[in-house]
């Protein structure tokens, strides 16, 4: 069956370090973009023009700095506005931290405030945004700031990308309801040893995302993403002793997903 859309990798990992592997961004299609991490580095200027959505899962630097960069390299050649879409606090966060006329100029206003290049469409989680036949969701997860997962639906398939998170249940919930999830993306940053430093910045380790995937009651693909560069060897090792039934996949910058 001929799949309707395509996610592309553009970043996945928990930080720099690695060559061609920027952290967090997706493109879905040509012009939808979840989170905005260096991976957007890896678009040329005819790419980056076509981009027309920015979801912002939250507001780490490691999943929004591209941004100000997409905005300035695009904005004054287009025709509408680049819509940014998060959740209030993470719009609050980049407007008072990122675009404050600081640290970057406010392009919610420039040229004007009534004509400007960049809009802010605040989401709810588990409200549905429909852009052609794809619908995308949002779930509250858990993290050091708020922070959410995504879906994507599309007329042949599902993907689930866990964002930044710590142990949570809504997203699991929704993935089993829905049953039409092909592929869930999860993050593992950091290896077990460092189980500490997972619960205080509220990420996941191997024997953490092993707990997880037993709420998992959907037959999906399982694609590890956000290990970070540091301590990837023995994080990868780590992955390896999944006593469940399915292989899990290590994600990497590159990869292309039918959906
Ligand atoms: N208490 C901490 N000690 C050391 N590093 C931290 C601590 N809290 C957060 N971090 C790091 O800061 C990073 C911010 O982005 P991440 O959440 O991807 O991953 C986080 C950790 O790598």
Redesign the pocket.
Known sequence: MQKHSTVEVLGCS??IGIPRQG?TCFLIDNDILIDAGTGLCELDFSRLEQIEHVFITHS????ICGLPFLIDTVGVGRAKPLKVYATLPTIRALQQHIFNEEIWPDFSKIPNAENAVMEYVEIKPEEELILGERRITTVDVD??VPAVGVFLFTPTGGWCFSG?THQTDRLFELINQSKKVDYFFIEA??PDQEKW?AD????LCPSLLFGELQKLNAACEIWIS?L?PREIHQIKKELQQYPGSQPLHILSAGMIFNI
Do not use: Q, R
């Not at 780490?60 to 999943?63: A, F």
């Open positions: 928990g930080s952290t780490h630097l490691d999943h993290h050091t930044d940053a950091f430093l205080l910045a509220k990420h956000h970070k």
